[in-house]
């Protein structure tokens, strides 16, 4: 276990997020979720398995579902740390991150 007291600065929080947001890319595709339509995430979180084929995809879902989570208690660990307009930036940069990698794939404003 890696017990130093770096790995709690600001950046390395960053690159976590920036790791989790790749593999939750990675898993909604294989779901075949539109992760960035409104509501979509809310309902991966409360496992509305009805979202995707959840015979073909059972594992990846459960994956993507924890990893969520593991993204939101995250963020809130951040949160003690940030004001919420600085929250509402980070927010919009991920979003930004996510749509320069993957386009209109998983929804969101603009998407085909």
């Known amino acids: 276990m890696n017990t130093n007291a770096s790995r709690f600065l600001p950046t390395d929080r960053e690159a976590r997020l920036k ?11 294989i779901c075949k979720i539109r992760l960035l339509d409104p509501g979509i ?25 924890g990893l969520l989570l593991m993204h939101y208690n995250e963020l809130n660990a951040i949160n003690a740390e940030a004001d919420p307009q600085t ?16 386009g209109g794939q998983l929804g969101g404003r603009g998407a085909m």
Do not use: Y
């Open 87 to 102: 929250m509402r930036v980070v927010a919009q940069n991920v979003r930004d991150a996510l749509k320069g990698i993957i």
């Open 19 to 29: 790791e989790l947001d790749l593999e939750i890319v990675r898993l909604a595709i």
């Open 41 to 65: 995430a809310e309902r991966v979180l409360a496992n509305d398995t009805s979202l995707c084929d959840i015979q073909n995809c059972k594992n990846a879902f459960r994956t993507l579902r």
